[in-house]
């Protein structure tokens, strides 16, 4: 952003910085760019939801989770990662490049959604199945 562009590069700013912060949003699942700042490089910065499990993230592998509404708590995380821990951030950052690139790429959904719709020609009352590739076990 700068007073010629108005207009932030998002990912540019992903590039930039370490940790990004996001929330579930009101229909409790993340945003996009949960997907497009952890492809960029920078580590996941969220609340401790379920959506993140259900999606493969895990807290100090792929991603940085706090106790919901907790500054204490953000406060802390972004402390230890970035004055006691710096490799260990490195290492999740590296993780989670490496998860997003492996399962979430546009081959692969794309390839999700193409069979939910092979599927529901076949049988119209057929309700599709959760993404279930991405839960880990």
Same mark, same amino acid.
């Given at each position: 952003?700068?007073?010629?562009?108005?207009?932030?590069?998002?990912?540019?700013?992903?590039?930039?910085?370490?940790?990004?912060?996001?929330?579930?949003?009101?229909?409790?699942?993340?945003?996009?760019?949960?997907?497009?700042?952890?492809? &960029?490089?920078?580590?996941?910065?969220?609340?401790?939801?379920?959506?993140?499990?259900?999606?493969?993230?895990?807290?100090?592998?792929?991603?940085?989770?706090?106790?919901?509404?907790?500054?204490?708590?953000?406060?802390?995380?972004? &402390?230890?990662?970035?004055?006691?821990?710096?490799?260990?951030?490195?290492?999740?950052?590296?993780?989670?490049?490496?998860?997003?690139?492996?399962?979430?790429?546009?081959?692969?959904?794309?390839?999700?959604?193409?069979?939910?719709?092979?599927?529901?020609?076949?049988? &119209?009352?057929?309700?599709?199945?959760?993404?279930?590739?991405?839960?880990?076990?």
């Amino acid at each position: 952003y700068s007073k010629n562009n108005p207009r932030l590069d998002l990912v540019q700013a992903f590039n930039e910085y370490k940790f990004f912060v996001t929330c579930e949003s009101i229909f409790n699942f993340p945003t996009a760019k949960v997907f497009e700042g952890t492809a &960029s490089g920078s580590v996941l910065l969220a609340s401790k939801h379920p959506v993140y499990d259900d999606l493969g993230f895990i807290n100090g592998q792929n991603c940085v989770l706090f106790d919901h509404e907790n500054l204490d708590d953000l406060s802390s995380q972004i &402390s230890f990662y970035t004055q006691e821990n710096s490799m260990l951030l490195n290492q999740i950052a590296n993780n989670s490049y490496n998860f997003i690139s492996e399962r979430f790429s546009a081959n692969m959904l794309s390839q999700y959604i193409i069979d939910i719709c092979y599927k529901y020609v076949k049988d &119209s009352n057929q309700q599709p199945e959760p993404y279930k590739l991405f839960v880990h076990s």
